[in-house]
């Protein structure tokens, strides 16, 4: 087991350096940007994860609306699923395709999570605005 721990780990060091060496040549792609911030939001810290790095990353988005859609999913990683809702349905409804793909995914996801937590009426017409 501790080696398959090992081995994960040094994956995890060549997803995150493939993922950083991308987003190095072409910081404008949002894809390799967005892929990064989920990197750090999710990967463990022994393995190079850092919310605090992801969060920073997001917020560098060379757009607003990419800025507040990476934050979004920063605070939904993080069980914020209402601010991260909110953040998602305040973005305009005309986005570029990769962007637009992630909004959708990741407010449908917020809202599952308000209403798996008990907040069904605070995320119906947040999810109604969708």
Do not use: C, N
């Not at 493939?18 to 393995?47: C, D, K, N």
Request: zero cysteines; aromatic letters at 4%; charged letters at 20%.
């Amino acid at each position: 087991m501790s080696e398959g721990m090992i081995k994960m780990a040094r994956s995890a060091g060549t997803v995150r350096d493939a993922l950083a060496t991308a987003h190095e040549i072409e910081p404008q792609w949002y894809p390799a940007r967005s892929a990064l911030v989920e990197f750090y939001a999710m990967a463990p810290g022994i393995m190079g994860g850092d919310s605090g790095k992801a969060l920073d990353l997001a917020k560098g988005a060379p757009r607003p609306e990419q800025a507040s859609a990476l934050q979004a999913r920063v605070l939904m990683l993080g069980q914020k699923f209402e601010p991260a809702l909110q953040a998602l349905v305040a973005l305009p409804a005309q986005l570029e395709p990769a962007l637009a793909l992630d909004v959708q995914s990741w407010s449908v996801q917020s809202g599952l999570g308000m209403i798996s937590k008990g907040q069904a009426a605070q995320a119906q017409p947040l999810l109604e605005r969708l």
